[in-house]
């Protein structure tokens, strides 16, 4: 009888990734709830395995074998308490720094704790028995084809990393029988880079991006490293309105990226993935490769591209590549190509409705130099996105949590620091309401001032990009928490603040904005803080938000091309496009 691999997904995923880390040796114990994993590696070549009845010999004859060969060596076992016998040597492993990587099979998750024979909780492991643990579920889609190879590759890499180590993988079988696949599926290695490793080498043939979510300060010294690595490189920096970065390579490209016409700067060769929590990681769409910078060396893998982690400062890595093409020509036909379809879209700017998006569209080129800008979530960080402020400032939003409760209470934080320096805050009703005790903190000082956008509800949920809005009756009631806090009542919000010292302004219409605006964005420090209420209606926001998404239109042909493309997928548009040539 002829044998290849199992047809379950998840350990085929696991075999092809342990060949593309050069892992061979495994020491296997018998069982049948590791049937699918030992039956199929046993046929392949390229493995070396050996066999021992005892798991608890297993393991140490791993230990040993490992610190001879000074290479990882994998263990199998079955269900049961087979696995529990790893833990005299995995301890060992630990103290000793051996890589081991103990693959437990098991049954699914879902049967833990209901009298099934042989399935027990494998999701907590001692403290000094394994570096990392990881669950690799059965595949049902592509989302759980993606997590199984990320968690994977997780665990292969913490093996060796920052010292060498025993990583544990609890691999699902579901006792499949068909051993029929000839050859494993195309996964995708994920490598770790350190200081003192050998780096990957950075072709100048195709376009290169960089993206920046939410970061802190850049130094004068890292912004000049990246503007110099943009030219040499011929490359860009998309941003999320947080990123902090002001280079001369920056591109505030939200607005574009909003457009539902094709545009192939968006679609970067390899990416370059700095920063942190991000809203706006959708302006990069389909990168082919992707390279990320973080000092903790995570593996963080936004675009589903990911192949390299580089575990160092952002300074040292562009030092690196910088030094590589030092006297190298330059080039900016990139950065050109998009400024050019930047301005293309900005200059084409509709009439807005009153709404948050008019308003933005109409400060974000008049607030103060210098100054300091929060943004809520949501709402109030995809309107001013949309806009490329001043260099000079700094912008800033909760997006770690991505949370409404402490948007104000954040602003007020920064404001404490530079008592000399403007900081505005921008907020929804419903997180004004939610963080108004803050406004009456006694530590808040004149440099302070809150854009307050009151709809008399959760406007996002009402959106025409909303599952709810579509599906979804009444949601006035519930999800978007409509007519609380005095359903815009002009005088609640009006008596609090003034009550509590500050200096309140309101608008209802585009003509009532016009007459008080420039007082809200005096560069001048006032005698008290400042809280301007402007009211908006739902359907306004609504029409706003739609008029920006289509500055930009594709023609009939285009629509076409992607309703197809929508339908049938990428793989099958690419099958078809084979077989007409």
Same mark, same amino acid.
């Given at each position: 009888?002829?044998?290849?691999?199992?047809?379950?997904?998840?350990?085929?995923?696991?075999?092809?990734?342990?060949?593309?880390?050069?892992?061979?040796?495994?020491?296997?114990?018998?069982?049948?709830?590791?049937?699918?994993?030992?039956?199929?590696?046993?046929?392949?070549?390229?493995?070396?395995?050996?066999?021992?009845?005892?798991?608890?010999?297993?393991?140490?004859?791993?230990?040993?074998?490992?610190a001879e060969i000074m290479q990882p060596v994998v263990l199998s076992c079955t269900g049961a308490t087979a696995s529990r016998n790893y833990f005299p040597a995995l301890t060992e492993a630990y103290y000793r720094k051996l890589p081991i990587l103990a693959v437990t099979s098991t049954q699914e998750e879902s049967k833990i704790g209901q009298l099934i024979p042989q399935v027990i909780d494998r999701s907590i492991q001692p403290a000094d028995t394994v570096k990392m643990s990881v669950h690799l579920q059965t595949v049902k889609d592509d989302d759980d084809q993606w997590n199984v190879m990320l968690k994977a590759n997780m665990a292969i890499l913490e093996l060796s990393h920052r010292g060498y180590g025993p990583v544990h993988i609890n691999l699902t079988t579901r006792y499949s029988k068909k051993f029929a696949i000839?050859?494993?599926?195309?996964?995708?290695?994920?490598?770790?880079?350190?200081?003192?490793?050998?780096?990957?080498?950075?072709?100048?043939?195709?376009?290169?991006?960089?993206?920046?979510?939410?970061?802190?300060?850049?130094?004068?010294?890292?912004?000049?490293?990246?503007?110099?690595?943009?030219?040499?490189?011929?490359?860009? =920096? $998309?941003?999320? !309105?947080? /990123?902090? #970065?002001?280079? %001369? &390579?920056?591109?505030?490209?939200?607005?574009?990226?909003?457009?539902?016409?094709?545009?192939?700067?968006?679609?970067?060769?390899?990416?370059?993935?700095?920063?942190?929590?991000?809203?706006?990681?959708?302006?990069?769409?389909?990168?082919?490769?992707?390279?990320?910078?973080?000092?903790?060396?995570k593996i963080q893998?936004?675009?589903?591209?990911?192949?390299? =982690? $580089?575990?160092? !400062?952002? /300074?040292? #890595?562009?030092? %690196? &590549?910088?030094?590589?093409?030092?006297?190298?020509?330059?080039?900016?036909?990139?950065?050109?190509?998009?400024?050019?379809?930047?301005?293309?879209?900005?200059?084409?700017?509709?009439?807005?409705?009153?709404?948050?998006?008019?308003?933005?569209?109409?400060?974000?080129?008049?607030?103060?130099?210098?100054?300091?800008?929060?943004?809520?979530?949501?709402?109030?960080?995809?309107?001013?996105?949309?806009?490329?402020?001043?260099?000079?400032?700094?912008?800033?939003?909760?997006?770690?949590?991505?949370?409404?409760?402490?948007?104000?209470?954040?602003?007020?934080?920064?404001?404490?620091?530079?008592?000399?320096?403007?900081?505005?805050?921008v907020v929804g009703d419903l997180s004004f309401f939610y963080d108004m005790n803050v406004l009456g903190n006694r530590h808040i000082q004149c440099n302070f001032r809150i854009l307050l956008i009151n709809n008399s509800l959760g406007a996002e949920f009402h959106l025409f990009k909303q599952l709810n809005s579509v599906y979804v009756n009444n949601i006035d009631w519930y999800l978007s928490a409509g007519n609380h806090f005095g359903n815009q009542s002009p005088v609640l919000v009006k008596h609090y603040a003034e009550n509590l010292g500050y200096e309140y302004l309101s608008a209802s219409s585009k003509q009532e904005f016009i007459q008080c605006y420039e007082r809200f964005i005096t560069p001048e420090l006032t005698e008290k803080p400042m809280i301007f209420e402007i009211f908006t209606q739902v359907d306004n926001e609504n029409e706003a938000l739609k008029q920006i998404w289509n500055i930009e239109v594709p023609g009939a042909k285009t629509i076409i091309k992607q309703s197809i493309k929508k339908i049938l997928g990428d793989k099958v548009v690419n099958l078809i496009k084979e077989v007409i040539k």
């Open positions: 009888m002829e044998q290849f691999y199992t047809d379950e997904r998840n350990v085929q995923i696991l075999i092809a990734l342990l060949k593309k880390h050069g892992i061979k040796h495994i020491v296997a114990s018998p069982g049948s709830t590791n049937v699918t994993f030992v039956g199929s590696v046993q046929q392949d070549s390229f493995f070396e395995i050996y066999s021992c009845v005892d798991e608890r010999s297993a393991a140490y004859m791993a230990c040993g074998l490992a000839k050859s494993l599926p195309e996964v995708n290695k994920i490598s770790r880079v350190m200081p003192f490793d050998s780096f990957p080498e950075l072709s100048v043939n195709g376009k290169i991006a960089l993206y920046i979510g939410t970061h802190l300060r850049w130094t004068e010294a890292e912004t000049e490293l990246i503007d110099k690595f943009c030219a040499l490189y011929n490359a860009v =920096v $998309f941003n999320d !309105p947080a /990123s902090n #970065f002001h280079g %001369h &390579y920056r591109l505030d490209y939200a607005l574009n990226a909003s457009q539902s016409s094709s545009d192939p700067n968006r679609s970067p060769d390899l990416l370059i993935h700095v920063g942190e929590m991000s809203d706006f990681c959708s302006i990069i769409e389909n990168p082919k490769q992707v390279w990320r910078i973080s000092p903790d060396g893998d936004r675009y589903h591209a990911l192949s390299h =982690v $580089f575990e160092m !400062p952002e /300074s040292y #890595f562009f030092q %690196h &590549y910088n030094a590589l093409r030092e006297n190298g020509p330059e080039s900016d036909s990139y950065l050109q190509s998009c400024l050019s379809a930047q301005k293309r879209i900005l200059s084409n700017l509709p009439q807005l409705p009153f709404s948050h998006l008019y308003v933005a569209s109409k400060l974000y080129d008049k607030l103060p130099k210098g100054c300091t800008l929060h943004l809520g979530i949501l709402s109030p960080l995809r309107s001013w996105g949309y806009f490329p402020l001043d260099k000079s400032i700094e912008v800033y939003c909760n997006e770690g949590g991505f949370g409404i409760d402490g948007n104000m209470s954040s602003l007020l934080g920064a404001s404490l620091a530079c008592p000399d320096k403007l900081f505005f805050g």
